[in-house]
């Protein structure tokens, strides 16, 4: 009597044991994903994509959207079932922290607009060399930001369509 065609995938080795996320798992997934990019701001992706904090101040509501994925994404339940997909996520939201520390330690608020952040002026006259340090530094950290938030749009993208 022969082996029922699922016993027999499985002999022949043609079973894999990280088969495809089931059609369930990959609605959720799809959800998570437009979740994430519900919340990112388009004013903020520019902002990253393209930082100049050596001659830029910013408005410091353009990174709300950034505060509220740490706040409200970082649950289990807002995390992808799809592991590689996951490990994207996980890549941004590191990415994330670390530019929003850094935009913290580096950048104050202007005399004359509080909602209005820059590097310290007083560092750009005393200290140039370690203002365009600080500088290069932070728009390291946003463009990294930027790239990993890419790779997880596409990254997801390409799963949902293998």
């Known amino acids: 009597m022969p082996a029922p065609p699922c016993n027999l995938a499985i002999e022949q080795g043609k079973h894999s044991a990280q088969s495809v996320a089931p059609p369930q798992g990959r609605n959720a997934d799809r959800q998570t994903l437009a979740n994430i990019i519900g919340v990112m701001d388009r004013r903020t992706l520019i902002l990253l994509q393209h930082p100049n904090f050596a001659g830029d101040a910013y408005e410091y509501t353009r990174l709300d959207c950034l505060v509220s994925f740490l706040r409200n994404h970082s649950q289990p339940q807002h995390e992808f079932i799809d592991p590689e997909i996951e490990e994207l996520r996980s890549a941004f939201r590191n990415n994330v922290i670390q530019f929003l520390a850094i935009a913290q330690t580096l950048t104050q608020p202007l005399a004359d607009d509080l909602g209005r952040f820059s590097l310290s ?32 749009i596409r990254g997801a993208r390409q799963r949902f369509e293998a």
């Not at 932070?138 to 890419?150: C, D, G, H, P, V």
């Open 121 to 152: 002026p007083t560092l750009r006259h005393a200290y140039p060399d370690q203002f365009i340090y600080h500088a290069t530094v932070l728009n390291n950290a946003a463009i990294k930001t930027f790239e990993s938030y890419q790779q997880l």
